[in-house]
C-alpha cells in the first residue's frame, strides 16, 4: 500500500510557506520589543533623574556631606573628655551638632533644593539643640521635641534609613540630662 499526500486545498499556502509567515510575525513583533525595551533603557534616566524622593535624603551630593559630617558630629562627641562638667559638655554637644547642620548648610540653598526633606531633618537638629540648650539654661531635664505626635528623632531616622544609619542621633544627645555621660 502507498501513501500519498493529498494536495492542499485550493488558496491555502503549502505549510512551509505557513511556518515562514508565522517566523516573521514572531521576528517582527520581537524586534519591535527590544526597540521599545532599548528606547526606554536609554531615555528611561533622563526622564526620571532628578525626582526626589520626598520620604529620604537622596542626593549625591547632599548625602555624602551629611554622612561626612555625621561622621565628625560622632568623632567629636566620642573625642570629648570625660571630666568635663555637665553644662560644659552640653554645649560642646550642641556645638558638634551645630557643626554638622553648619557643614551640610554649606552646600547651599541651590543644592539643598534638590533633596526636598533635608531642610526639615537640618530644622529637627536645630531643635534638638536648642531644646537642650533650654533644659541646661532652666535647670530641667530635656525631652526630645515631638512632631506630629512622635520624636523629631524618630522622624529624622526614617529619612536616612537608606544607608545613614550612621547619621541616627547619638544617644547622647537625647539624654534627659544634656551633658550627663
Known amino acids: 500500500m502507498k501513501t500519498e499526500l493529498a494536495p492542499p486545498p485550493s488558496g491555502d499556502p503549502e505549510p512551509d510557506e505557513a511556518g515562514r509567515r508565522r517566523g516573521r510575525k514572531v521576528t517582527?513583533?520581537?524586534l519591535l520589543m527590544s526597540g521599545v525595551v532599548g528606547a526606554l533603557?536609554?531615555?528611561g534616566p533622563i526622564v526620571f533623574a532628578g525626582h526626589d524622593d520626598p520620604t529620604a535624603l537622596d542626593s549625591g551630593p547632599v548625602r555624602k556631606t551629611v554622612l561626612a559630617a555625621c561622621k565628625q558630629l560622632r568623632t567629636d562627641v566620642d573625642a570629648l573628655p570625660s571630666g568635663m562638667a555637665r553644662a560644659d559638655r552640653a554645649e560642646a554637644e550642641n556645638r558638634a551638632a551645630d557643626a554638622l547642620v553648619g557643614r551640610v548648610r554649606a552646600l547651599g540653598p541651590d543644592r539643598l533644593a534638590h533633596d526636598t526633606p533635608v531642610e526639615q531633618w537640618?530644622?529637627?537638629w536645630e531643635q534638638i539643640v536648642a531644646a537642650r540648650r533650654q533644659a541646661v539654661r532652666e535647670?530641667?531635664?530635656?525631652a526630645t521635641p515631638v512632631a506630629g505626635g512622635a520624636p523629631v528623632n524618630i522622624?529624622?531616622?526614617?529619612l536616612i534609613r537608606s544607608g545613614l544609619g550612621?547619621?541616627?542621633v547619638?544617644?547622647?544627645?537625647l539624654a534627659p540630662e544634656p551633658g550627663q555621660l
Open 41 to 43: 533603557w536609554v531615555i
Open 122 to 124: 537640618l530644622g529637627d
Open 166 to 168: 550612621k547619621c541616627d
Open 170 to 173: 547619638p544617644q547622647e544627645l
Open 155 to 158: 522622624r529624622m531616622f526614617e
Open 139 to 142: 535647670g530641667k531635664r530635656f
Open 28 to 30: 517582527i513583533l520581537v
